[in-house]
């Protein structure tokens, strides 16, 4: 198990613990913490956060939503993601991919 220490935009920050073996995005919506959604396969990039802290496994998957830029500055795919740590993440404005 790890912890995950979540806020999203204006909200108070949540923690949460998490399974190494479930995705972000599923731990979070069994949370009832919903992120935006569509394609579910790291393609799209909307359920994008930013990782503060801690490390995510891909599993061999590459985030297509997310450029190399945006991947620099700790931008992360949960619907792909699979905590290896405590995490540390944050969502500002809802962004639409580039
Ligand atoms: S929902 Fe499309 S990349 Fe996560």
């Not at 198990?1 to 972000?24: C, F, N, R, Y």
């Not at 731990?27 to 919903?34: G, N, S």
């Not at 190399?68 to 699979?82: H, K, S, T, V």
């Amino acid at each position: 198990m790890t912890e995950i220490t979540l806020q999203l935009d204006d909200t108070p920050i949540v923690t949460l613990s998490a399974h190494t073996e479930k995705s972000l995005f599923d731990t979070l919506t069994d949370a009832d913490i919903l992120l935006r959604k569509a394609c579910i396969n790291g393609a799209c990039g909307v359920c994008r956060c930013r990782l503060i802290s801690g490390t995510i496994d891909y599993r061999g998957r590459h985030p297509y939503g997310l450029n190399d830029g945006e991947q620099a500055d700790g931008w992360i795919l949960p619907c792909i993601a699979f905590p290896k740590t405590d995490l540390k993440l944050m969502r500002l404005k809802p962004q639409a991919p580039k």
